[in-house]
C-alpha cells in the first residue's frame, strides 16, 4: 500500500454558518473560522474540509452556488479568504474545498442564459425536457420532495433538479460543461488549496433517455436513484476529470457518494486507477431509518449493533489494500454521532470517547464534524418555526400534508433526523448565544445545553472529550498501524462489544468497544495469542487484579492494547 499524507491525515469539518460570527450579524464567516486556528491547531488535526463558501442565494446553505470564483458576501470576500488559506497554511494546516458541480444555483449567470430561450448557447448547459403527457417528463422524486422537474413557463419546457428547484441540474453529457468545471477547479488549486470534497458527485451521469423508476410507493414521485446514482458515464467523467486536473496536483479528493457499494467505491478510489482519494459511503447512516420510507430522514427506528459490525467491516476488507475508506459518524447532513450511536444523557462523556475511539481506529481517514470534538448534542426545538434546513421543513410538511402524521409525530422525527441538529452554533463558552455570536438572535437558535457543553469548559477540564480527542490523533501520528494496519473483526457475534485488531508488520492493536450503556462480559477468543498487552487509550481508568483474557468492560467502555 501506498504512503501519503491524506491516509496519514485526520480532517475537521467546518461549516461556516455556523462556525464563528466574528461581526455580530449572526452568521459565521470567514474572520471567525481565523480566529479559531489555534483553536484547532490544538486539536491537532492536519486538514480543513470547508463546507461551500461561494456566492449563493443559500437556498441550500451555499450548496447552490451562483458564482464559484468569489466568496458568498456573508461570510467575506476573496481577499479574506486568502489570508485564511494562509493562516492555515502557517499552522500546517491544509485546506480542502467543497466542490459543488452536480447542480448550479437557478441564479448562476450560466442559468440565467440558458432559460432565455431555447437556442440559447447555454441551454444544453442543464438538463431540458418537454412536458410528457402534459406532466413532468418522468416520475422521479426530488430528493428534497416534491418532483424532481420544474416547469420554465417561458419555454414550456422542465428542467432537472435533483435537489430543490433553485439547484438545476448541469448536463455533464455536454462537454463545455465539463470544460467549465475543469476550468475552476484549476482556479482554485492554483491558488494554493489541497483538495476537494466532491458534492453527490456519483450523480453527475444520469440514465440515457431519463427513463422512469420503479414504482415502490403509492406517492407520486418515486425515488429515482437508478438512474442517477453510479450511473454509465461517472468513471469516465471522473477520469478525465483525473488526466486533466487532478494528476497535477497532489491533494486529497474525497466524493460523496451516496448508494455506493464496495466495487463502485474500488472503481472510485482503487490505488492505481481510481480517479479520487476515497469516498464517503451511506450504508452506514441508513442503520436507523426505514428502508420504505421516502426520505432516511423521514423515519426512525432502532440501529443494531451487528448491523454496524457487518456493514463496517465490509467495507474495511472490501476497500483493504486496494481502495481508501473515510471514515464518519456524522457531518452537516447528519444527526449528532453521540446522540444517534452513542448516549447523549448519563454517558454522554464515556460515549462520546468510544466512538472516537472507533473513528480512529478504523482503517481509513478519520473525518471530525465541528462539535463532535467536545460531545455536540441533537437539539429538540419545540417548533418547526425554529428549523431552517429546506430539506427539514419539506420533510416535515411531506409528513403532515400527505403522509397524515400530527405536527407532533413529524416533529419528534425530526428531532432525531433533521439535518439541523448538526448546524446549530458551535458552542465555544458559557456566555449568551454559546459565544458564537455577539447578535441577539443568531440564524438558527443555540442548543440549550451550551451552559454546560462548551470549548472553553472541555479545556479546562483534563478529562473532556477535546484532550481524548487530541491524544487519538497524537497517537494516530506516531503509529502507522493506526493508519495502515490490517482490519479484523473478531467476537463477530458478541451483542454488546465491537472488537477488532489491526495489524501492520509484526505490530498488532486490539480495539474493544463496549458499545452499550450497561456492563458486557468481555471473554477474548483462545485464537487470539499474545504473552502481554498494554493499554494504548481507554476512556475509564484501569481496573486492578483484573483478568488479562476474560473481564468485565463497564458502560460505553473503549480500551485499545498493544499486543506482545
Ligand atoms: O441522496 C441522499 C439520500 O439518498 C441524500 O442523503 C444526499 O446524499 C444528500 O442530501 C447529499 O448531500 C449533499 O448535497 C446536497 C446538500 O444539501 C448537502 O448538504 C450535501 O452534503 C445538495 O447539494
Ligand atoms: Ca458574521
Known amino acids: ?31 471567525g473560522i481565523l480566529e479559531k486556528l489555534d483553536y484547532l491547531q490544538t486539536l491537532g488535526i492536519n486538514v480543513i474540509w470547508l463546507c461551500p463558501v461561494y456566492k449563493s442565494p443559500n437556498d441550500d ?19 479574506g479568504w486568502e489570508e485564511l488559506l494562509a493562516g492555515m497554511h502557517q499552522r500546517g494546516i491544509r485546506l480542502v474545498m467543497d ?32 412536458a410528457k403527457d402534459g406532466k413532468e417528463p418522468n416520475n422521479w422524486a426530488s430528493i428534497f420532495g416534491g418532483s424532481a422537474w420544474q416547469l420554465d413557463e417561458a419555454s414550456g419546457e422542465y428542467y432537472l433538479h435533483l435537489f430543490t428547484r433553485k439547484q438545476v441540474d448541469l448536463n455533464w453529457e455536454n462537454p463545455k460543461v465539463r470544460a467549465e468545471v475543469f476550468e475552476l477547479m484549476r482556479w482554485w488549486l492554483d491558488k494554493g488549496i489541497d483538495g476537494f470534497r466532491m458534492d453527490v458527485i456519483n450523480m453527475i451521469s444520469k440514465t440515457p433517455g431519463l427513463p422512469d423508476a420503479p414504482v415502490v410507493s403509492a ?16 468513471l469516465e467523467f471522473l477520469d478525465q476529470m483525473k488526466r486533466e486536473v487532478l494528476s497535477k496536483y497532489d491533494i486529497l479528493t474525497v466524493g460523496e457518494t451516496p448508494g455506493v457499494n464496495t466495487a463502485h467505491a474500488i472503481a472510485l478510489t482503487d490505488e492505481n486507477s481510481g480517479a479520487l482519494s476515497m469516498v464517503f459511503q451511506f450504508e452506514h447512516m441508513d442503520l436507523d431509518s426505514d428502508p420504505a420510507a421516502f426520505s432516511s430522514r423521514a423515519s426512525k427506528r432502532p440501529w443494531q449493533l451487528s448491523e454496524l459490525k457487518e456493514i463496517m467491516s465490509r467495507w474495511q476488507v472490501g476497500l483493504g489494500e486496494r481502495g481508501w475508506n473515510s471514515i464518519y459518524l456524522t457531518n452537516h447532513d447528519q444527526p449528532r454521532a453521540v446522540s444517534r ?20 481506529f478504523q482503517q481509513g481517514t478519520p473525518y471530525i464534524y465541528e462539535g463532535e470534538e467536545i460531545g455536540m448534542t441533537n437539539v429538540a426545538f419545540p417548533s418547526i418555526t425554529d428549523y431552517r434546513d429546506v430539506e427539514t421543513l419539506n420533510i416535515f410538511k411531506e409528513l ?37 455570536s455577539s447578535a441577539a438572535e443568531p440564524w438558527i437558535k443555540v442548543n440549550p445545553n451550551y451552559a454546560h457543553i462548551n470549548v472553553s469548559a472541555a479545556l479546562a477540564d483534563p478529562d473532556s472529550i477535546f484532550y481524548y480527542y487530541q491524544k487519538l490523533i497524537q497517537l494516530r501520528k506516531a503509529n502507522p498501524v493506526m493508519v495502515y494496519g490490517r482490519y479484523e473483526l473478531i467476537m463477530a457475534e458478541h451483542p454488546e462489544i465491537y472488537a477488532f485488531t489491526r495489524a501492520l508488520e509484526g505490530e498488532r492493536l486490539l480495539v474493544l468497544l463496549n458499545f452499550s450503556g450497561s456492563t458486557a462480559l468481555c471473554e477474548l477468543p483462545a485464537g487470539l495469542a499474545f504473552s502481554s498487552a498494554e493499554v494504548l487509550i481507554g476512556n475509564y481508568p484501569a481496573q486492578p487484579g483484573e483478568d488479562a483474557r476474560s473481564f ?11 499486543l506482545g
Open 1 to 31: 500500500m501506498q504512503k501519503t499524507w491524506w491516509k496519514e491525515s485526520v480532517v475537521y469539518q467546518i461549516y461556516p454558518r455556523s462556525f464563528k460570527d466574528s461581526n455580530g450579524d449572526g452568521i459565521g464567516d470567514l474572520r
Open 61 to 79: 446553505n451555499g450548496y447552490d452556488i451562483s458564482n464559484y470564483r468569489d466568496i458568498m458576501t456573508e461570510f467575506g470576500t476573496l481577499a
Open 99 to 130: 466542490l459543488v458541480v452536480n447542480h448550479t444555483s437557478d441564479e448562476h449567470p450560466w442559468f440565467v442564459e440558458a432559460r432565455k430561450s431555447k437556442d440559447n448557447p447555454y441551454r444544453d448547459y442543464y438538463i431540458w425536457r418537454p
Open 219 to 234: 406517492s407520486r414521485y418515486q425515488p429515482g436513484g437508478l438512474h442517477y446514482m453510479n450511473g454509465p458515464r461517472v
Open 341 to 360: 450511536f452513542g448516549d447523549d444523557g448519563q454517558y454522554r462523556v464515556q460515549s462520546a470517547k468510544l466512538l472516537a475511539t472507533f473513528t480512529h
Open 400 to 436: 403532515v400534508e400527505d403522509h397524515g402524521l400530527t405536527p407532533e409525530t413529524a416533529l419528534n422525527i425530526l428531532h432525531a433526523k433533521s439535518r439541523d441538529n448538526a448546524r446549530t452554533p458551535m458552542q465555544w463558552d458559557a456566555s449568551p448565544q454559546a459565544g458564537f
Open 552 to 562: 468485565v468492560m463497564r458502560p460505553w467502555e473503549a480500551r485499545v492494547y498493544r
